[in-house]
């Protein structure tokens, strides 16, 4: 039986600690809000103890329906303090969609912004209201610690994944997974004592909490922002002194449209990318409108955690790449019949680590799809891994196009468009075509107008002719997830 103060790592560790240890700093704003470590620590116990006053019981699940606010790590502290599980819901879905992951999760309770209360189908469970109501519940509990005892590797969250292949899945991500990425996240990119970032990434998607969370874990702070505007992000981190922020390249897409110039932020040293590979000439901006900062390329998924990291030291001279594998993370390069390949050559990323999902929620026939023998988890993208042991990631398995027989790999093409002036954000995606089984299709967000054929000639000069796609269809923008991916699956469909 584990006994409280146990060496068990639990997500509401660091809450813990540093309400001891920094009881006066600062740990999280929201605007003209702001809470202590002490009265997050207080706040987190009191959730905890209004929560098994519902008369939950341990793996008990509790799903939170929120955007980032002051609120989201007292909730997900007080949640791990319980003893439950937290089921984190984006707010963007509709109430169908909702009602999906409160079904198949199995929650008993739902914890919900009363701003979005339009996306709250009919639930059977007890719902909380964020607002008077929810104030008034907590502070009708005890502000004791219940320290109820987990297992470092029963899951704190069951997250859903975006859905864009059928129903989402539900991912497990262990205690013991997310607090070892909290440590390593200080380590990396100098979340912890004293240090100050913002949540800009939805807290409800996988890397946004984890890189939001981790400033509380590691005794920092975090300051919300709400919803991402080019100026509100700006004038935050001038405001509260952000150091390290974590951005996604849509957000570099934005501040760059935005922006003739970055005005100067003097506290800022650290930059980190997720979500999406930064596009060479997108990065290259970076550099020039960020001088004097660290920019890291970070890659992984919600189910492998992060798997490598490409560091300042080596972000021009290997731009194109993610770097090398994380601390304390294996990786196999396989081709399709399994067998490892060599530098230069592409295959499937596979990899091991502590940072893994437990598995998918009730779904033991794709957690085995996705999973060997001994313990390596599947990333579904192609990459190249080259004699320094730099890995690139050529494209998703599922996104490679066949034409005529061979191999298109889409972000070849991305790339070459992106250096055309003409052209903001691209996709290439392959559709259907009688003579070649596939063509290839490039969806553009333009700058300027831009006649096909210029755009033909410009990529013939540059690409071999069977990559060069035989359309070129102009869109307002292109459909993304919460993490910011392109949705090309929803480009094929589009008529």
Known sequence: MLRPGGADLTIAGGVREFGRATPDAIAVRDGDRALSYAALDSRSSRLACALLGLGLATGDRVALLCGNRLEYPEIAAGIAKAGLVLVPVNPRLTAPEVAFILGHSGARVLIVDEAHGGSVPDFSGHVVWIGAGYEQWIDAARAADPWVAVDERDPFCIAYTAGTTGDPKGVLISHRSRS???????????????????????????????????????????????????????????????????????????LRAHFGEIPRLPTLDTLYFNAAALPRVLKEWVFEAFP???????????????????????????????????????????????????????????????????????????????????????????????????????????????????????????????????????????????????????????????????????????????????QYRAVAALPRNAAGKILKRELRSTP
């Open 180 to 254: 070892l990425t909290f440590y390593a996240s200080a380590l990396e990119w100098g979340i912890g004592p004293g240090r100050r970032t913002i949540a800009v990434a939805p807290m409800y998607h996988g890397a946004g909490f984890a890189f939001a969370y981790a400033a509380v874990h590691c005794g920092g702070t975090v300051s919300m922002l709400r919803s991402f505007q080019p100026d509100a992000l700006i004038d935050m981190i001038a405001r509260d002194g952000a150091q390290s922020v974590f951005l996604v390249p849509t957000h570099a897409q934005l």
């Open 292 to 470: 004097g900062v660290g920019v890291h390329e970070l890659y992984g998924s919600t189910e492998a955690g992060v798997v490598t990291n490409l560091r300042p030291a080596d972000a021009r001279r290997k731009a194109g790449t993610v770097g090398h594998p994380w601390f304390g993370t294996q990786v196999r390069i396989v081709d399709p019949s399994g067998r490892e390949v060599g530098d230069g050559e592409p295959g499937e990323l596979y990899s091991r680590s502590p940072y893994l999902m437990n598995g998918y929620h009730e779904n033991p026939a794709a957690t085995a799809a996705c999973t060997t023998e001994d313990g390596f988890l599947t990333s579904g993208d192609i990459v190249i891994r080259d004699e320094e042991g730099f890995i690139a990631i050529v494209d998703r398995v599922k996104d490679v196009i066949i034409t005529g027989g061979v191999n298109v790999y889409p972000r070849d093409v991305e790339e070459v468009l992106l250096t055309h002036p003409a052209v903001a954000e691209c996709a290439v995606v392959g559709e259907p075509d009688d003579r070649w089984g596939e063509r290839v299709v490039a969806y553009l967000v333009g700058r300027e107008p831009v006649a096909a054929d210029a755009l033909e000639a410009y990529l013939r000069e540059r690409l071999a002719g069977f990559k060069v796609p035989k």
